[in-house]
């Protein structure tokens, strides 16, 4: 029997990580520090997916990561986009304003195919919790389902993240969640691996290899069990070389981007150390594999 050689992994950013720099300095910043990728979160501060200037900041944005050498996913995690008094709300499953949410994550489809974007993420946020757990189903299937048929003509992976907190917060939930659409195939899956550490029961390389297959998406950063709080690495709970073996055994071939939403006032050292700790433990990842086949 013929294994498959492991795939070599790429590494990108959340520019949710960079708040305090116009995007234009955050992409430099992490070309220049040697990442592959970035994933771009929608917000009035890098790209607001509202702004009038919208069809021409984007024809800018896509030369730039061309001559830039950089990989886009597009992430509609922001915090205040739709309500600047609520924080990720409304959501596909609200009472008023669901509608808002899918026009967004529309736009957001619209905007990954224009820059060719590896993917489009998305959650499901957290309903009223007064809301029917029947209606809460039916609004996130709907929403689900007019976002999943435009990716589908346009030609935009979707790949849904289960969210600590939120409705669909978990591997199960979402393996319910595609079974309700029709199917295992129904939606592409986001796999932040921190989360695997803090709600999964299984070990974190095993969430990996459980869901290889739906992979289009990879978040990164440590983390401890039962706390959702994105830590920089070596601070947490995660042995990542098991992880990154397991990633890059599975095949997978998108973008492992660092999530550190809250670490902008310090960007650029996060993002520095944070790529060197992920070549040093993707190093002892291929050595470990070398050792087994000797």
Known sequence: MTTAPPVPLRFGYGTNGFGDHTLDDALTVLADLGYE???LTLDPRHLD???DDLPARLRRLAARLDRLGLTVVIETGGRYVLDPWRKHQPVLMSDEGAGRRVDLLLRAVRIAAELGAQAMSFWSGTPDPRTPEALVWDRLLAGCDTVAEAAGRAGVPLGFEPEPGMFIDTLDAYDELCR???GPDALGLTLDIGH???LEPQPVADCVRRVADRLVNVQIEDMRRGTHEHLEFGTGEID???VLAALSDSGYRGLVGVELPR???AAVTVARDSLAFLRAARDRAA????EAAA
């Open 37 to 39: 990728g970035v994933a």
């Open 49 to 51: 997916p509202f702004g």
């Open 180 to 182: 309700r659409l029709g």
């Open 196 to 198: 695997c550490r803090c």
């Open 240 to 242: 990542f070389p098991p």
């Open 263 to 265: 670490h902008s006032h």
């Open 287 to 290: 050595a470990g594999r070398t």
